[in-house]
Nanobody
């Protein structure tokens, strides 16, 4: 089992920045690939970024490339999502997700993750 707790969401103006954090507990964090997803009302949960268990491999959806950065600190059991140059289209509930793995892969599909946090709201508005 992996328990995930996100934090760092809030209201920010367009062009601003936020950093989301997700703290994991319950399993060896270095054996867990992590991902960030987001969801708006009436839409499917959307992949945002993924990172391999040791942080060597990352992947981003096209709409956030160059603006968002996913990283992890395995000593702190934490994954981060640094979000810069935010736009109203980034408004959503953001979820972190975890998948136990011994590979060096990241994962893009929500169905590939076993554990989810409760979500944190990000609102970009003037």
């Amino acid at each position: 089992q992996v328990q995930l707790v996100e934090s760092g969401g809030g209201l920010v103006q367009p062009g601003g920045s936020l950093r989301l954090s997700c703290v994991a507990s319950g399993r060896t964090f270095s054996n867990v690939a992590m991902g960030w997803f987001r969801q708006t009302p009436g839409k499917e949960r959307e992949f945002v970024a993924g990172i391999s268990r040791r942080g060597g491999n990352t992947y981003y959806t096209d709409s956030v490339k160059g603006r968002f950065t996913i990283s992890r600190d395995n000593a702190k059991n934490t994954v981060y999502l640094q979000m810069n140059s935010l736009t109203p289209e980034d408004t959503a509930v953001y979820y972190c997700a975890a998948r136990y793995t011994l590979s060096g892969n990241y994962y893009l599909a929500a169905s590939e993750y076993n554990y989810w946090g409760q979500g944190t709201q990000v609102t970009v508005s003037s």
